[in-house]
């Protein structure tokens, strides 16, 4: 079992920046490739950003690829997710999640998930 607790939401002004941080505990955090995800009320969740359990390879979703970046420290059993220029559209709650070692894009591939943080993002 990974218990995963997701941090760093907020309100932003359009164009700012804010770093989610997702701290997990449980079973060896090494051991598993850690992705982004986001939902907004009445839409499907999205794929954000996945970082292999390495860190050697990552994978950006075309919307957020080159504002956000996804990195860990395998150290502090943390992953973090850098968004930078945010938009409006960038709004809604974030979610991490785990998966053993290789990365995925696919939510249901997924089997632990941290309960969410807020992203307010005002234009």
């Known amino acids: 079992q990974v218990q995963l607790v997701e941090s760093g939401g907020g309100l932003v002004q359009a164009g700012g920046s804010l770093r989610l941080s997702c701290a997990a505990s449980?079973?060896?955090?090494?051991?598993?490739?850690m992705g982004w995800f986001r939902q907004t009320p009445g839409k499907e969740r999205e794929f954000v950003a996945v970082i292999h359990w390495t860190g050697g390879n990552t994978d950006y979703s075309d919307s957020v690829k080159g504002r956000f970046t996804i990195s860990r420290d395998n150290g502090k059993n943390t992953v973090y997710l850098q968004m930078n220029s945010l938009k409006p559209e960038d709004t809604a709650v974030y979610y991490c999640a785990a998966r053993k070692f290789t990365i995925a894009r696919l939510d249901n591939e997924y089997p632990y998930w941290g309960q969410g943080t807020q992203v307010t993002v005002s234009s």
């Open positions: 449980g079973r060896t955090f090494s051991n598993y490739a």
